[in-house]
């Protein structure tokens, strides 16, 4: 899961983007389990009527830093995220972790998970 680091957070100001009642989440399913697990998450969230819709990102291994820039700004606009893991081949020529990128240009420095209750979802 992806959350939006505190200083982000504090510069914005922004309430988290809600369309019809309905919170807007970016996802990305990544690659590997991602796509079956993301799946899963979306029928639980169903079943039990959260409030949410989910901006759906397909990206894989493959993708350069002008993809992963779209990732960035759709995670910035939702300020909420569940994103899966993007493959890395560390020993090709040209290496370049996507999931490194992405953590660095979100200023997410450790793996935080920040839950919150919504109004109307029994937790």
Do not use: W
């Not at 397909?58 to 909420?80: F, K, M, P, W, Y």
Request: proline share 5%; glycine share 8%.
């Amino acid at each position: 899961m992806v959350s939006i680091s505190r200083a982000m957070a504090t510069e914005e100001h922004l309430p988290p983007t809600v369309y019809g009642g309905q919170h807007l989440v970016t996802a990305v399913p990544g690659d590997g389990i991602g796509p079956e697990m993301l799946e899963h998450v979306k029928s639980i969230f169903k079943y039990v009527q959260v409030p949410v819709r989910f901006e759906e990102i397909r990206v894989g291994h493959d993708i350069d830093t002008a993809e992963c820039d779209l990732v960035i700004e759709s995670i910035r606009r939702n300020r909420v995220a569940l994103k899966g893991n993007l493959e890395t081949h560390k020993f090709r020529e040209g290496y370049f972790s996507k999931n490194h990128y992405i953590r660095e240009k979100l200023d997410l420095f450790a793996s935080v998970t920040r839950c919150h209750s919504l109004n109307g979802v029994p937790t």
